[in-house]
């Protein structure tokens, strides 16, 4: 079983960026595609990025596409989210979960972290 924790969270101001990690422990991430997900009050869990295991493909939601940027060091164990442009309505709770599959559906992801906290202010 993988454990995996997400850290880089914060509050920042529309047009600001962030980096987001999700580094792993228990099993060698490159074993696995990664997703990022987020969350809102009162929403759905929200698709936003994965990447394969090799790092080598990567697929990113519409809403978010040209302004955020998925990547992954598997020598480090770690993936990123690359978030610039940020807008309001990009704020959530983010989260990194493992997949065996190449999908955007949250069922199909198996471990997922904890969770860290943006928030983009107007």
């Known amino acids: 079983q993988v454990q995996l924790v997400e850290s880089g969270g914060g509050l920042v101001q529309a047009g600001g960026s962030l980096r987001l990690s999700c580094a792993a422990s228990?099993?060698?991430?490159?074993?696995?595609?990664i997703g990022w997900f987020r969350q809102a009050p009162g929403k759905e869990r929200e698709f936003v990025a994965v990447?394969?295991?090799?790092?080598?493909?990567?697929r990113h939601a519409d809403s978010v596409k040209g302004r955020f940027t998925i990547s992954r060091d598997n020598g480090k164990n770690t993936v990123f989210l690359q978030m610039n442009s940020l807008k309001p309505e990009d704020t959530a709770v983010y989260y990194c979960?493992?997949?065996?599959?190449?999908?955007?559906?949250?069922?199909?992801?198996?471990?997922w972290g904890q969770g860290t906290q943006v928030t983009v202010s107007s």
């Open positions: 979960a493992t997949t065996p599959r190449w999908s955007d559906a949250p069922h199909e992801y198996d471990s």
């Open positions: 228990g099993r060698f991430l490159s074993l696995y595609n």
């Open positions: 990447i394969s295991r090799s790092g080598s493909a990567t």
